[in-house]
């Protein structure tokens, strides 16, 4: 009896499994992506989403040094969305797994994860007052910093964000989206890199060097409007660079950063420990190795360097 009712129950489930999933599919208005280059039509002077976009060692650390000053005032001038966070990646540290829109570990659920992220980007699009969200720049939450790669899962080189894709759902969603994107020069990336040994030293360049490349495509495939970009070894001259501090308050947000961008600028400090280390770092107080000259090193820097500079490229277009 169980099996007949089975049986019987089975079209009803499908019927039901695929109308839901057309549903979604014309949630998302799947035909509006066959234009792949996405235009920025959506700005707003009132609510923003932000995510922070850059290699490993690019200054995630630093970034969530900023922006936790900002989150601390009261009202919050800054706004971590975990919730949100942790529906595009959330790691599994027992399996090293990295679950959610933009791990490895669910790619056969995509489509269904973008609808509901979509709907959840609705709201807090339809939130009151100003705001600032932001996702990622978790250091010590199961979502990390969103850097690419993000954690040190089993798909490592496959467990980063998409930028593009995220622009999408931020896009029909109707909020302004926007991206921060960090530059470092490569020699200082593998440097920062080993120096916090994020991931095996035979492997990690060889990462680098292929999210450079996911983060390149990604750029490539939106509008410039969507993204400013902020080289690490410069976040010193922007505090004292009115022109840029400018820029950049009216990039992330006007009414929200006006008031503290130079008060979060202040906890990047000038390097003491190496000459050779980007001019300012979060923390001068760290021990920096000095490794020997490495010809090895040298060659993987310029193959990283090949893909980064394209990403420099980009940002010095014009919007």
């Given at each position: 009896k169980m099996l007949q009712l089975l049986l019987f129950l089975l079209p009803v489930i499908f019927v039901f499994a695929a109308t839901n999933l057309s549903q979604v599919e014309a949630d998302m208005d799947m035909e509006s992506m066959k234009?792949?280059?996405?235009?920025?039509?959506?700005?707003?002077?009132?609510?923003r989403l932000l995510i922070i976009a850059g290699l490993e060692g690019t200054g995630h650390h630093a970034m969530d040094a900023m922006f936790d000053i900002c989150s601390r005032q009261r009202p919050p001038l800054c706004e971590p969305e975990k919730i949100l966070s942790s529906k595009l990646m959330v790691y599994d540290p027992p399996k090293r797994l990295v679950h959610g829109l933009f791990g490895a570990a669910d790619t056969a659920e995509s489509l269904r994860m973008a609808g509901g992220i979509k709907s959840y980007i609705q709201g807090l699009r339809d939130k009151p007052g100003d705001h600032l969200f932001y996702v990622g720049l978790e250091a010590n939450?199961?979502?990390g910093m969103f850097s690419y790669p993000n954690f040190n899962g089993i798909f490592k080189t496959l467990d980063h964000p998409d930028i593009y894709q995220l622009g999408l759902l931020a896009e029909q969603a109707g909020i302004d989206y926007r991206i921060l994107v960090m530059q470092r020069n490569s020699k200082a990336i593998l440097k920062s890199v080993d120096r916090r040994d994020f991931g095996r030293a035979n492997e990690e360049p060889k990462i680098l060097i292929d999210n450079a490349a996911v983060l390149l495509t990604q750029l490539t495939l939106l509008d410039r409007r969507f993204y400013h970009c902020i080289n690490y070894e410069d976040l010193a001259k922007i505090r004292t660079t009115p022109q840029l501090k400018q820029a950049l308050v009216n990039f992330l947000h006007p009414k929200q950063m006006n008031s503290i961008l130079d008060q979060m600028l202040k906890v990047i400090k000038p390097s003491k420990n190496d000459p050779d280390e980007p001019k300012f770092i979060l923390n001068d107080s760290i021990v920096i190795r000095n490794a020997k000259h490495d010809s090895?090193?040298?060659?993987l820097a310029f193959q990283l360097q090949a893909r980064t500079s394209l990403i420099d490229n980009?940002?010095?277009?014009t919007y």
């Open positions: 234009d792949f280059k996405l235009k920025k039509t959506i700005f707003s002077n009132q609510t939450y199961r979502n090895n090193q040298d060659y980009l940002c010095k277009s």
